[in-house]
């Protein structure tokens, strides 16, 4: 894999800087204070914060898996030292006793992690804590009335992508069911999506592709077509074409500014995995995923640590598409 050596370096550069990190800790009384990240997250410290720790940790296994040689001895170090019995079962405990903690971007990265490890050696250690997001997927669903449509973390359609991919891969079937379900009455009668709006300043997902991202993976190719004609009508052609264009970004150090390249890479991965159902415009999308990924690819392992601490995961995601 082109990009192997260099990814796997930064990913285990980033993990294993401490600070600056960003516990989002609710501290419930004056005993409850003690935010040292590798203390209260034995597995998920580094990487800046909870869900970007789980989701490079990801990024590790994923390209161990790929690109074996070339990511090297360091990625197996990283891992072993974080998805431990003992120090999974910390974090485990943590999302039960703070139920809403990282949902849903954070779980949903964490499910990836467990299925991503579920043939390896770090197997037996991550399964409970996908069993603990499995049942808080479950108690959330019928909970949540409304879909949240923005591009950022709490975006719902990114979520359950991931989500129903982690479950597919670990045989939850119940869990993979209600993703379905919620994912048609949520989205499933959406038509004429007004992406005009898209970016808005901090967005990393485009609202309107992670909703089809996700229903690509719900419906039948054939009612996906359809479905997708009708969500986005005119997308390759005389619609929504500054979605294959490379949004405006930062690499200042502005952690919030440096969303926008994450959004390039998203784009990216959804233009490429949607562009088959519409076969008139396959290439025009692809080619608008081409342009993006290339204008931020230097950012993924040579940028400010607010965007190395993330952007490998989402770049290949977008390799992989």
């Known amino acids: 894999m082109k ?28 005993e409850d204070v003690d935010v040292t990240p590798q203390k209260l997250h034995p597995a998920f410290h580094g990487s800046y914060d909870w869900h970007s720790s789980a989701h490079m940790q990801w990024s590790l296994v994923r390209l161990l898996t790929l690109a074996p040689d070339d990511a090297g001895t360091r990625p197996v170090d990283v891992l072993d030292q974080r998805l431990t019995t003992t120090a999974i079962a910390t974090e485990a405990a943590y999302l039960k006793e703070r139920p809403s903690y ?3 971007y954070g779980w949903a990265w ?17 399964k409970p804590l ?8 479950l108690d959330w669903l019928p909970r949540q009335a409304y879909p949240v449509r923005h591009g950022a973390h709490l975006n719902s359609a990114f979520a359950l992508s991931l989500l129903l991919e982690a479950y597919d891969d670990l045989g939850r079937g119940e869990v993979v069911d209600a993703i379905q379900a ?12 007004d992406t005009r709006f898209e970016p808005s300043g901090t967005d990393f997902l485009s609202p309107a592709l992670s909703e089809a991202e996700l229903m690509r993976r719900v419906l039948p190719a054939n009612e996906f077509a359809e479905w ?4 986005l009508p005119g997308l390759g052609t005389d619609n929504h074409q500054h ?13 919030q500014l440096a969303h926008l390249s994450g959004l390039a890479l998203s784009r990216a991965w959804q233009l490429r995995t949607i562009a088959p159902s519409l076969p008139d415009v396959t290439d025009v999308l692809k080619a608008g995923a081409d342009r993006q990924i290339d204008a931020v690819l230097p950012t993924v392992t040579d940028g ?3 965007s190395t601490h993330w952007l490998v995961s989402f770049a290949l995601l977008a390799e992989q598409a």
């Open 102 to 104: 990282e949902r849903p």
């Open 304 to 306: 400010d640590f607010m």
């Open 3 to 30: 990009y192997a050596a260099a990814w796997s370096a930064i990913a285990c550069e980033v993990l294993e800087t401490p600070y600056p990190y960003g516990a989002a800790h609710a501290s419930r009384g004056p």
């Open 130 to 137: 996908g069993d603990v997001i499995a049942d808080l997927v």
């Open 182 to 193: 919620r994912a048609i009455d949520w989205f499933g009668n959406d038509t004429a999506y």
């Open 243 to 255: 979605l294959l264009e490379v949004p405006v970004t930062d690499d200042s150090g502005d952690g």
């Open 110 to 126: 964490a499910a990836m992690l467990v299925a991503a490890t579920r043939n390896t050696q770090w197997a037996e250690a991550t």
């Open 228 to 231: 997708l004609h009708a969500f």
